[in-house]
Every structure is written in structure tokens, then in C-alpha cells.
């Protein structure tokens, strides 16, 4: 293995393996307490512009399919593992993590003391890093980083977000045979604002009945009306996606319009952002944000306790409440993690129900969002 050069801006200089691609790559450093699901997490529109470290020690050893993406490539800067495991087993497999990581560009760091640089995280927050397999010197790697944008100034929705409107139509898989089974038969029909959106939130969106268009970020609230008026669609869905919330002047306005007119709306992750902000509610930048397949949120109208999946670095103020009644509640933090809006049909959550790679715990969220269409 090549050696890979790493400068954290808080000024920490360490050294380390490279097992991915090679040359310079500068991100935001986040930490993922998820057990499984590697390639998910590599490949979800949401850890644009981040490294990603794992505090899972052993990583590669299932290896990488096509079934498992959550988008069309890895979006990820840099994968960060204690150790990476080469040789894999499992029957779903097709190629090495390693050959993954080549193939989309993506630096991959191992042999490095993953619970030291998750313990700095948790103290002094997300930081801004730089990765190099070719720079070597720490002082031009801070120089290169402190020339370089940080992730609240880049708008990777534009990355992200698809081109072209297209149709949806596969459904969750089965868990034994790990194949797509059949759509059921639609009940509604609703777009999708493609911020970012992974592909299993589209599949439980399809299972529980619902019709999917997903259309670019740069949509046409005016459209979108227009055709709800003409019952062409039910509702909106507002996907997860990357970045500052804040940083989307152009979407909030037309999603200000959507609220205006009464459509029926659902939102995950950044779509449950940007609907309070659209609402006048700014976000602010928790201080290293939430990321993993293990987090505790309690369903303020059941009392149930929910595990659930997250990755976000952005939350909604408290003060929302002024018109929203709080639905879920993170019990790692007690910060927000549902609102339902009091005096419009639309509902958000912060956490992911669409259960990939895991929990199950929240996948009741879509049928509620087919119930909220049909009222």
C-alpha cells in the first residue's frame, strides 16, 4: 500500500495507508458508528464533500455489489478505516472494496487510530481536512487546505441532483433472496425533488403505493402546482441530500410556494431542513453532527422508542415549534427529529426510515405519507 498524508485543520499532521485511489482529495471529517453498510454509506449523495470515518474497526470484508448502491457512483471524498480488509466473503459480493474505491476516484485510508480522530471530532467538532498520497510536506498540505472552499460554501445539490426527470418503478428487495419483488399497485402518485435522494428511499416510497417522478433540484414550483391542481400528482416528496441547507436561496423560494398553495408534503434529512427554513426557521450546524445505523428517537405520540439511521451535520431550532408540533425526538441530544406542520398537510423527519442498511424501525413514515395524501 501506498502512504497517504493527512492534515486536519485544527493542525493534527498524520501518516497512514492508502488502499483506494491515489492523489489529493479535501473534505469535511465526520465519523459513521454504523456496524454494516459501507458501501450504502460510500455511495449516499449525502456524505458529498466529507471523509467518512468508521468506527467500526474491520471494513471490506463483504466485499461490493451494484444491488447495494444508493446512487449511480460513491460520493464520499475519502473513506476512513482502522483496518481494511482485502480478502472478502459473501456470496452477494462482485469486486473489492479497494477496486470500488479505484474505480470512483475515492481515497481510502486505513492503518490509522480511528478512535483517536473520532474522540478529536467529538471534542472540537466536523473539521476541514486534507488527504494527499503524492504531497508529503504538512505545511504545503495546510496551505492547499486553507486555499481550498469549505463544505458550507460549495453546493454539491448541483452534483448530486439528477439531470433529467425520470420514473421509479422498483420496490424493496426481499431479504432472503436479496431480488427486487414486483411494484404493488399505485394508490397516488407524487414528485420527488432529487436533492440527493438515495435509491431505497425511492423503493419504500414505491412499496408503500405510491407513483414516483423524480425531477432535478432546479424544479418549477409553478409546474409542480399546475399539475397537483390537475390531479397528475398527489403530493411532494423532499429528499435527503449534501451540505448547508442554507446555501439553497433558489430551492427555499419555490418550496415557499408549495407550502403557499397546501400541496401535501413529506421530507427527509435536508428536505426536512429546508421546509423549516422555507418556513422561516434558519437551521444551525450541530457540532459534529449525527451520523450512524444505531441512534435512539423516541415517537412523542406512541412513547415508542425507534433505532434509527442518520447522517446530518444541520438541525431545525427549537423555536419551530411556534408552528409545528414536534413528532420524534432524538434521546442522544433531545433535538428534533419530526415535525408535524399545524396548519398545512405536511410532515419531515431529520432520521432515514428507508432502513438501508438497517434498522426497520421507521419504514411505518411512507404508508403515513400515503394516508396524509389520501386525507
Known amino acids: 500500500m501506498d502512504r497517504v498524508y493527512i492534515y486536519i485543520e485544527n493542525g493534527t499532521f498524520l501518516e497512514a495507508k492508502s488502499f483506494g485511489a491515489e492523489g489529493i482529495s479535501v473534505g469535511e471529517i465526520v465519523f459513521n458508528t454504523s456496524l454494516s453498510g459501507y458501501q450504502e ?12 470515518t468508521f468506527t467500526m474497526p474491520e471494513i471490506g470484508n463483504v466485499g461490493v455489489n451494484e444491488q447495494d448502491m444508493e446512487s449511480s457512483k460513491a460520493h464520499a471524498k475519502g473513506m476512513i478505516v482502522r483496518k481494511y480488509q482485502d480478502r472478502y466473503s459473501s456470496f452477494r459480493a462482485e469486486e473489492s472494496l479497494k477496486s470500488f474505491l479505484v474505480k470512483h476516484n475515492i481515497i481510502g485510508i486505513c492503518d490509522i487510530d480511528t478512535r483517536f480522530l473520532t474522540k478529536m471530532i467529538r471534542t472540537e467538532g466536523a473539521m476541514m481536512m486534507i488527504a494527499s498520497t503524492s504531497v508529503s510536506d504538512k505545511n504545503e498540505l495546510k496551505k492547499i487546505l486553507e486555499s481550498s472552499p469549505r463544505i458550507e460554501e460549495v453546493n454539491y445539490i448541483k452534483e448530486v441532483s439528477t439531470k433529467k426527470p425520470y420514473n421509479h418503478v422498483s420496490s424493496t428487495y426481499a431479504s432472503i433472496e436479496f431480488k427486487y419483488e414486483e411494484a404493488p399497485v399505485q394508490e397516488a402518485k407524487i414528485a420527488v425533488i432529487d436533492f440527493g435522494v438515495k435509491r431505497n428511499i425511492l423503493n419504500e416510497i414505491v412499496s408503500a403505493k405510491i407513483g414516483v417522478e423524480v425531477i432535478p433540484n432546479n424544479f418549477s414550483a409553478d409546474d409542480l402546482i399546475a399539475k397537483y391542481n390537475s390531479k397528475a400528482i398527489d403530493g411532494v416528496f423532499l429528499s435527503n441530500g449534501p451540505g448547508d441547507p442554507l446555501v439553497l436561496k433558489k430551492e427555499q423560494e419555490q418550496i415557499k410556494k408549495l407550502i403557499a398553495a397546501k400541496i401535501p408534503m413529506f421530507g427527509i434529512c435536508l428536505g426536512h431542513q429546508l421546509l423549516s427554513i422555507s418556513h422561516g426557521y434558519d437551521t444551525y450546524k450541530l457540532k459534529f453532527g449525527h451520523h ?37 425526538t432524538n434521546l442522544f441530544d433531545n433535538t428534533i427529529e419530526g415535525l408535524k406542520y399545524k396548519d398545512s398537510p405536511i410532515f419531515s423527519v431529520q432520521h432515514h426510515p428507508e432502513s438501508s442498511p438497517g434498522p426497520k424501525e421507521s419504514r411505518y413514515i411512507f404508508n403515513e405519507f400515503l394516508s396524509l395524501i389520501k386525507r
Open 41 to 52: 454509506i460510500m455511495s449516499d449523495p449525502s456524505y458529498a464533500g466529507q471523509f467518512v
Open 292 to 328: 450512524g445505523g444505531n441512534h435512539p428517537v423516541k415517537n412523542v405520540k406512541t412513547g415508542l422508542v425507534e433505532i434509527t439511521a442518520q447522517n446530518h451535520n444541520y438541525n431545525v431550532p427549537d423555536n419551530i415549534t411556534e408552528i409545528a408540533e414536534v413528532t420524534h
